[in-house]
T-cell receptor, first 111, second 116 residues
Framework: QQQVKQSPQSLIVQKGGISIINCAYE??????FPWYQQFPGKGPALLIA?????SEKKEGRFTISFNKSAKQFSLHIMDSQPGDSATYFC??????????FGSGTQLTVLP | DSGVTQTPKHLITATGQRVTLRCSPR?????VYWYQQSLDQGLQFLIQ???????AKGNILERFSAQQFPDLHSELNLSSLELGDSALYFC???????????????FGPGTRLTVL
């Protein structure tokens, strides 16, 4: 099964709060897990990515937590800002190098 | 700006028609990927080309076809269009080599196709 399940569908957070988006996958052959950020009218842009040999990766305010045994990974956005308001997609890649995307989370950060 | 260009930006056509979407990858990128983004199906991988050759196929309908030319630009051809084909079509490119690990995929701004 190639599916990647993402939740929640939408998220509203106050400025300065923590935004958490979760994804779960089924195919154990996946070995690359990126998160993409998409603003209205734009294409998705890579935010941060992780390989299954590490459990956490942090870049600035963005952190990926990865749980290989549970086949789950999540994106944490610390100190969320109104400029972070966008749609976030998790994805997973396998040996074919193509990406399977989650359904997306629309994040709104209130000022 | 990702460096990936797509034309046209918007396309409005009628059912049964055929359209061609064009993508120019970033300079130096050999791999081109096509994705379809619709409200009900999300972002779905259609097809990948690497240096002119088809590399991987996803959920691409038989009515759809693509090719990558010697100058590495790619075209996605959609024929016998149906209402359900209305969507955003994205092209992405990467330096992906055949045997290498993952490289970032850079997405273009997309082509919005409306089938009436």
């Amino acid at each position: 099964q190639q599916q990647v399940k993402q939740s929640p569908q939408s998220l509203i957070v106050q400025k300065g709060g923590i935004s958490i988006i979760n994804c779960a996958y089924e195919n154990t052959a996946f070995d690359y897990f990126p998160w993409y950020q998409q603003f209205p009218g734009k294409g998705p842009a890579l935010l941060i990515a992780i390989r299954p040999d590490v459990s956490e990766k942090k870049e600035g305010r963005f952190t990926i937590s990865f749980n290989k045994s549970a086949k789950q990974f999540s994106l944490h956005i610390m100190d969320s800002q109104p400029g972070d308001s966008a749609t976030y997609f998790c994805a997973a890649g396998g040996s074919a190098r193509q990406l399977t995307f989650g359904s997306g989370t629309q994040l709104t950060v209130l000022p | 700006d990702s460096g990936v260009t797509q034309t046209p930006k918007h396309l409005i056509t009628a059912t049964g028609q055929r359209v061609t979407l064009r993508c120019s990858p970033r300079s130096g990128d050999l791999s081109v990927y096509w994705y379809q983004q619709s409200l009900d199906q999300g972002l779905q991988f259609l097809i990948q080309y690497y240096n002119g050759e088809e590399r991987a196929k996803g959920n691409i309908l038989e009515r759809f076809s693509a090719q990558q030319f010697p100058d590495l630009h790619s075209e996605l051809n959609l024929s016998s269009l149906e209402l359900g084909d209305s969507a955003l079509y994205f092209c992405a490119s990467s330096v992906q080599s055949i045997a290498g690990g993952y490289n970032e995929q850079f997405f273009g701004p997309g082509t919005r196709l409306t089938v009436l």
